[in-house]
């Protein structure tokens, strides 16, 4: 329970950024219009001027999706938000905002795919190059750094192998040479990790994932310092226009107020499953951090609320064996999306890193026998009876 002079969590949660308007509404309300009326023609021109705060044009200022970032600014601690259409819009405008050619990105390896493509396929293109290394060695992201090194990134935990980094070790780090450390905290939420708090100078979120919590919608954020987000970021997104929709804000607005329930509900579920998980014959290794046998195991508590709703195992028999289970489920959904009240079951090797060398796979751990699971919120024993039909044909 939570008193005192400053909101709790789920209160901020809850009641941040709406600001009721005179018609009393009690839900926050959507303001679909693309633009905005003045009332007089020098309004008009000290708006667009700058010199008075107002809306202009939905494009980069509309009252939803600005309730929805005042919100998450106060979720990850942040001075600013700026919301996108996607959470790869998030690492986009990140990226435009703040590198010019000639600048060198450290990231760790384990991240979502399409940020591995962005970086080498059309970040590249432009002059800015990447250096991977694994999330938790902090020795190899010391040696990566180069005098143009101007953005760390990462993601943690990792996925599917739920590897964690240590972020306030790599915020030192990255400020000891001049640069951001941007922390992807999809998995996480500001529900069981801060980074900001941390150390870290931006956090990046897919609000596709458990900020909307029902598989509803696509959008992204940025947080951080008035500077780099509320200058930067916000920069690329007035000019460029991969914005946010108000009706989009308004699903991630409702999802915002339900998150430490849904994030704590889910981890519990985790939690469990991965326990359950160990004791299964048919299963020959569990990754989840909540787990003792977890190499990161220590960070669950100081840096990570809880293990998180992400479960990965291996079963004996590769991918023949692996497919077999995915394919025994009923109640479990096929697909490569997380974040979900709905648990979510797929085979990495063959899905969201088949693009990868099996060279490449193989480096990441990621075997053909290697499952994951995105746990939902239906009844632990349902998911629990779902997985088990798989096991008894193995
Ligand atoms: C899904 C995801 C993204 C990309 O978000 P979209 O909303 O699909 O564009 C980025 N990072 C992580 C960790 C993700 O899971």
């Known amino acids: 329970m939570h008193a005192g002079e400053t909101p709790g969590f789920a209160t901020l949660a809850i009641r941040t950024g709406h600001h009721r308007t005179p018609e009393g509404e009690h839900c926050e309300p959507i303001y679909t219009t693309s633009s905005f009326v003045f009332a007089s023609a020098a309004e008009a021109a000290a708006r667009f001027g700058g010199d008075e705060a107002g809306n202009i044009y939905s494009r980069f200022t509309n009252p939803t999706v600005r309730a ?97 980094a240590d972020i306030r070790i790599l915020a030192d780090l990255a400020h000891h040479h001049g640069c951001p450390l941007a922390v992807d905290n999809c998995f996480c939420t500001p529900a069981l990790q801060r980074p900001l708090a941390l150390g870290a100078d931006l956090v990046i979120h897919s609000a596709t994932k458990y900020l909307d919590g029902q598989g509803r919608c696509l959008g992204g954020a940025v947080v951080g310092d008035a500077q780099r987000v509320g200058e930067e970021v916000f920069g690329v997104i007035r000019t460029a226009g991969p914005t946010m929709s108000p009706f989009n ?25 991965a326990e359950w998980l160990v004791d299964q014959p048919a299963v020959t290794r569990v990754h989840y951090p909540g787990l003792a046998s977890h190499p990161q195991h220590a960070l669950v508590g100081p840096q990570q609320r809880t293990g998180g709703g992400i479960v990965a195992f291996e079963v004996e028999g590769g991918r023949e064996a692996a497919w077999r289970v995915i394919d025994a489920t ?39 026998g290697l499952i994951r699971i995105a746990v939902g919120l239906e009844d632990l024993g349902d998911i629990q009876a779902d997985l088990a039909r798989g096991f008894a044909r193995g």
């Open 330 to 368: 009923r109640l479990l959904s096929i697909t490569a999306n997380l974040g979900d009240t709905k648990t979510t079951i797929t085979h990495p090797a063959t899905t969201t890193h088949g693009r990868l060398s099996p060279a490449e796979r193989a480096a990441a751990g990621i075997g053909e």
């Open 249 to 273: 804000a308004w699903i991630f607005l409702k999802g915002l107020e339900t998150l430490e329930l849904r994030m704590l509900a889910h981890a519990r579920a985790a939690q469990a499953l």
């Open 68 to 164: 929805f970032e005042e919100r998450l600014a106060a979720l990850e601690g942040g001075e600013r938000c700026v919301a996108t259409a996607s959470g790869m819009a998030a690492i986009l405008a990140t990226c435009l905002g703040s590198l010019r050619a000639g600048d060198h990105i450290v990231s760790s390896r384990a991240i979502f795919g399409s940020t591995t493509v962005l970086f080498n396929k059309y970040l590249a293109r432009f002059g800015v190059e990447t250096s991977y290394v694994d999330l938790a060695d902090l020795d190899a992201w010391a040696a990566a750094i180069r005098p143009n090194t101007r953005l760390l990134f990462l993601e943690t935990p990792s996925n599917p192998l739920t590897e964690m």
